[in-house]
């Protein structure tokens, strides 16, 4: 019998995420989940799963260091690996709107589960913690969020002071483009589930020694 704390996965199996087991996390499990799962509330004009930020995260990233000073994806790899696995945790505890997080913020319960959860994928998936929580994860982030914003929501009557920090970013414009392409798209949860984890394979994959540009070139014919 399930345990209160624990929820059932596609494929049958069940995490407790009270003390989630790394060895019963999978990649195919997030990506179905993020394939489908809305940002925003769902409230959205158009269907945007968190899928599709983390994807666009990747490639900002990617085209972050494609542009710098970085001559080998060794250094690309770690922060871009980051910006597309940052929202994994969702997959299983959700999507929170940024108002419902100012409620749960204070529930130590609550937090503690999204803590060990996200420890057991940073674990499952072989991730760099260090990566996760950095700045430049945080500002993709946020530039994305931005760009969002701007797509989606540039009539709404509250400003989003969390994102005032990335109005002037040059990778903004790059940003809201992603946004554009992706939106158009609407394809079934099992198409997106199966780029997810086409991008995961290739991240996998990639050779150390080449360029942030192939790594960035790469990840665009995922659009």
């Given at each position: 019998?399930?345990?209160?704390?624990s929820?059932?996965?596609?494929?049958?199996?069940a995490?407790?995420?009270?003390?989630p087991?790394?060895?019963?996390i999978h990649?195919?499990?997030?990506?179905?989940?993020?394939?489908?799962?809305?940002?925003?509330?769902d409230q959205?004009?158009?269907?945007?799963?968190?899928?599709n930020?983390?994807?666009?995260?990747?490639?900002?990233?990617?085209?972050?260091?494609?542009?710098?000073?970085?001559?080998?994806?060794?250094?690309?790899?770690?922060?871009?690996?980051?910006?597309?696995?940052?929202?994994?945790?969702?997959?299983?505890?959700g999507d929170?709107?940024s108002?419902?997080?100012?409620?749960?913020?204070?529930?130590e319960?609550?937090?503690?589960?999204?803590?060990?959860?996200?420890?057991?994928?940073t674990?499952?998936?072989?991730?760099?913690?260090?990566?996760l929580?950095?700045?430049?994860?945080?500002m993709?982030?946020?530039?994305?969020?931005?760009?969002?914003?701007?797509s989606?929501f540039?009539?709404?009557?509250?400003?989003?002071?969390?994102?005032?920090?990335?109005?002037?970013?040059?990778?903004?414009?790059?940003?809201?483009?992603?946004?554009?392409?992706m939106?158009?798209?609407q394809?079934?949860?099992a198409?997106?589930?199966?780029?997810?984890?086409g991008?995961?394979?290739?991240?996998?994959?990639?050779?150390?020694?080449?360029?942030?540009?192939e790594?960035?070139?790469?990840?665009?014919?995922?659009?």
């Amino acid at each position: 019998m399930l345990s209160r704390t624990s929820m059932t996965l596609v494929g049958g199996k069940a995490l407790d995420l009270a003390a989630p087991s790394h060895e019963r996390i999978h990649y195919n499990q997030i990506a179905w989940s993020l394939a489908d799962k809305g940002r925003f509330g769902d409230q959205s004009p158009v269907k945007w799963p968190v899928g599709n930020h983390v994807i666009c995260c990747a490639i900002l990233a990617a085209y972050h260091h494609a542009t710098g000073p970085a001559k080998f994806c060794g250094t690309a790899l770690p922060a871009v690996r980051a910006a597309f696995h940052h929202d994994d945790g969702e997959a299983f505890y959700g999507d929170s709107i940024s108002p419902v997080n100012q409620f749960l913020k204070e529930c130590e319960a609550y937090q503690n589960m999204r803590r060990a959860v996200d420890n057991a994928i940073t674990q499952a998936l072989n991730l760099d913690a260090g990566h996760l929580a950095s700045e430049e994860v945080h500002m993709y982030d946020l530039i994305m969020l931005e760009a969002e914003r701007q797509s989606f929501f540039l009539d709404a009557e509250d400003v989003w002071p969390v994102t005032e920090m990335v109005k002037d970013e040059p990778l903004l414009p790059l940003a809201k483009k992603l946004v554009a392409k992706m939106a158009m798209q609407q394809v079934p949860q099992a198409m997106a589930a199966r780029r997810l984890r086409g991008i995961e394979e290739t991240l996998l994959a990639y050779n150390p020694r080449s360029t942030p540009v192939e790594l960035y070139t790469d990840l665009l014919l995922f659009l």
